[in-house]
């Protein structure tokens, strides 16, 4: 069978949309004018129960369908990865509305670039000819690649009125207020829930991140209208030197450090909302959880105290977890490089979950094949040395 029937059949992938970026770009043997025709007779085949090969051997022939080679299926994936992120642009803020958003001179509401670590403060500090090392969105390399700080960590996500809520962090120094916490945390959800909602553009996924998405930004917004920044708890760990990595993310945790699994409830998956930075001196890292959610997460906090292996502690958890994150290109050279196998290999053990649907109560479960004893850093990858 052909690679692109392989993706086209399988039910995780939308087909229409991957055979109208097939058919624009002209890979695999499909053209724009054949594009009706083939996503007709291909949906037919797929909503099948079953089909024979000789029924995919006929779809085979009558468009000429043949092999894609690696790269241009790249080049599809990151097309669509680029247009999916397009869509997806709107302003996050609580009060975004055409008429309180800002606008450009047509009346459309102008999203700025916003990043998601702080150009001013955090970027500046790391980069060195305006560039630093990260993983980008917009090409399909899987190492962090040399990048202009200008593009690094940046989404459409608020207008330019809004993306003035996170001048606390941006034009003022760390100084562990709740307000500053609560940012760094409301920052750390946009910035995984941006790329996790485009995903559903071209994917046909269990719809439950999307849920997950919704129910904690509603307790995020509440909290901004309310100026109410007690509902994030921030446990702040300072390293006495400055380290040139920055990175900031969410994501939720099935074990915690002692390899005890973290029960998560059915309707909202809880998070964990991480942030390390750099200041001139020092190098903060801030583990911040909703406060509902403190039974759930604060044993990470004293157990990060108490295991005093800070270093390593924080490396493992960021590095298994987090991809938005950037390196001072020097430092990345000298210190991360020689760990790019490793670091791939601890990513991959937290990548795999399956979800389970249980046709009586319509609800899914997720089953995670992470192992339990993987913030053990058995891999020994470091971010501080
Ligand atoms: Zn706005």
């Not at 797929?46 to 080679?69: A, G, L, P, R």
């Not at 207008?159 to 034009?171: A, G, L």
């Not at 991140?209 to 920044?229: H, P, R, V």
């Not at 005093?308 to 210190?335: G, R, W």
């Amino acid at each position: 069978m052909s690679n692109i029937l392989d993706i086209l059949l399988n039910p995780q992938f939308k087909a229409e949309v991957f055979i109208e970026y097939l058919s624009h770009f002209r890979r695999g043997g499909l053209r724009p004018e054949s594009k009706d025709s083939f996503t007709k007779d291909l949906l037919i085949l797929k909503n099948k129960t079953s089909f024979s090969i000789s029924e995919i051997d006929h779809i085979i022939k009558k468009y000429n369908i043949i092999d894609i080679k690696q790269d241009d299926l790249d080049l599809i994936m990151l097309n669509i990865q680029k247009d999916a992120l397009k869509k997806s642009e709107k302003c996050w803020h609580p009060l975004a509305s055409t008429s309180a958003c800002s606008k450009d001179k047509n009346g459309h509401v102008q999203f700025i670039h916003a990043h998601t670590i702080q150009n001013n403060r955090i970027l500046n500090l790391i980069c060195e000819d305006s560039h630093v090392y990260g993983y980008s969105l917009n090409i399909s390399e899987t190492k962090p690649i040399k990048i202009s700080r200008n593009d690094a960590s940046t989404f459409s996500c608020f207008c330019n009125t809004h993306d003035k809520i996170f001048d606390p962090i941006e034009n003022s120094d760390y100084k562990n207020t709740s307000e500053q916490n609560f940012l760094f945390a409301y920052r750390a959800f946009i910035a995984s829930s941006v790329p996790k909602l485009a995903q559903y553009y071209s994917l046909d996924i269990d719809r439950q991140g999307i849920l997950d998405t919704e129910k904690n930004k509603e307790i995020f917004n509440g909290a901004i209208i309310n100026s109410q920044y007690d509902i994030v708890t921030t446990e702040v760990f300072e390293l006495d030197s400055f380290y040139p990595v920055s990175a900031c993310s969410s994501f939720d945790l099935d074990f915690d450090f002692e390899g005890n699994p973290i029960s998560h409830s059915e309707d909202r998956m809880e998070c964990i909302y991480v942030t390390l930075f750099p200041t001139k001196k020092k190098t903060y890292f801030l583990l911040s959880y909703l406060t509902q959610d403190f039974k759930l997460y604060s044993q990470l906090g004293s157990q990060l105290k108490k295991r005093n292996n800070l270093k390593s502690d924080i490396s493992v958890l960021v590095l298994a977890h987090v991809e938005n994150i950037f390196y001072q290109p020097c430092y990345y050279k000298a210190v991360i490089q020689s760990q790019e196998t490793s670091i791939d290999k601890l990513m991959q053990q937290t990548q795999f979950d399956f979800v389970i649907h249980n046709e009586e109560d319509k609800k899914s479960k997720s089953i995670s094949l992470t192992p339990k004893d993987y913030l053990s850093n058995k891999y020994n990858v470091g971010l501080f040395r």
